[in-house]
């Protein structure tokens, strides 16, 4: 793969972080900071906050910077920052990226605009206003099934050549390769060794809020690579298998963290999807039979990230900015 410029500075393992509500759905920022720093002793560099998975979609711009502004101030020693700020409307998304620059992040995320269906020439026009609002990376967003819009190789080499624009979260599939220019993220975990295999930055992950230690060690152990896969197919499906992230918060909730509930259109988990979390859970040694956390699912269980740093080292070096 090509060399990279900034993208993969900004880790391997980018959790894409959900959004705590408390029972009134307000945001809880207490455990949006316990979280942060649970998921960074437990394989993640870094966090993409406000995208998808955080329900950005259901958030007030003042609710979406203020928690930009808490993962800035808030993050684990070492651990990145990638702010969720891409919309349909390129005015928006540019008032958006120039206000979480100026937070501090490390990167903006910035999704094809959706239901509008841009043209190529639209989307050039779309991310040359993001890139020039911001003096830091852009990664680019692809997700088709998504938005209704796909940004083909030929278009995202492109894009590569806007400065600023240096990476892309790719989850389309089909068309997952290296781009010249541009640190290649997968988009969904079932493709993160994929990735990995051909030379790629690493992933935005979900499922590294439940088995963040298996995932670093797909990074870590390659040679067992294909293996640690296969044995994380039935997280990758069990979490997706109704709109995200309403698995992933009944499986934060089960082990204890205080994840809460989901604002509308999105709903909590059914019986027989909280049913299969659970089972899931069980079989991963995160979940007793009686639904008890066990000490490896706990909040505040000491696991290991890049570097050898546990929670309780992370807690002491929180790194304000």
Avoid at 25 to 42: G, I, N, S, T
Avoid at 48 to 71: K, Y
Avoid at 113 to 141: F, Q, W
């Amino acid at each position: 793969m090509a060399a990279m410029t900034h993208g993969n500075d900004l880790g391997t393992i980018l959790t894409a972080i959900v959004t705590p509500f408390d029972e009134q759905l307000r945001v809880d920022e207490e455990a949006f900071v316990a979280l942060m720093h649970h998921l960074a002793a437990h394989g993640s560099d870094g966090f993409v906050v406000t995208g998808t998975t955080g329900e950005a979609s259901t958030l007030t711009d003042d609710e979406q910077l203020r928690l930009i502004e808490l993962a800035v101030r808030e993050r684990p020693a070492g651990a990145t920052i990638v702010a969720g700020t891409g919309t349909n409307d390129t005015r928006h998304a540019v008032f958006l990226t120039e206000q979480a620059t100026a937070l501090g992040v490390d990167a903006n995320l910035s999704v094809t605009p959706y239901y509008n269906r841009p043209s190529p020439r639209g989307l050039v026009a779309h991310y040359e206003a993001i890139a020039g609002a911001t003096d830091k990376p852009v990664m680019l967003y692809n997700i088709p099934g998504r938005t209704a819009t796909n940004i083909g190789p030929e278009l995202l080499a492109e894009l590569a050549q806007i400065e600023h624009i240096d990476a892309v979260k790719q989850a389309n599939a089909d068309e997952l390769q290296p781009i010249e220019g541009l640190a290649l993220y997968a988009g969904d975990d079932a493709t993160l060794a994929r990735t990995l295999d051909m030379g790629g930055a690493g992933g935005v992950s979900v499922a590294s809020h439940v088995v963040g230690d298996e995932l670093r060690r797909m990074v870590d152990e390659p040679q067992r690579r294909a293996e640690i896969e296969a044995s994380l197919r039935d997280v990758f499906e069990t979490l997706f298998m109704t709109s995200s992230p309403t698995c992933t918060k009944a499986a934060l909730n089960m082990l204890g963290h205080r994840a809460g509930g989901l604002r509308l259109p999105l709903v909590e988990a059914s019986a027989q999807e909280r049913e299969a979390v659970r089972a899931m859970l069980i079989r991963h040694g995160l979940l007793g039979e009686d639904g008890t956390p066990t000490e490896q699912g706990t909040p505040g269980a000491a696991g290991t990230r890049a570097g050898g740093a546990t929670t309780s080292d992370l807690r002491a070096s929180a790194q304000h900015a």
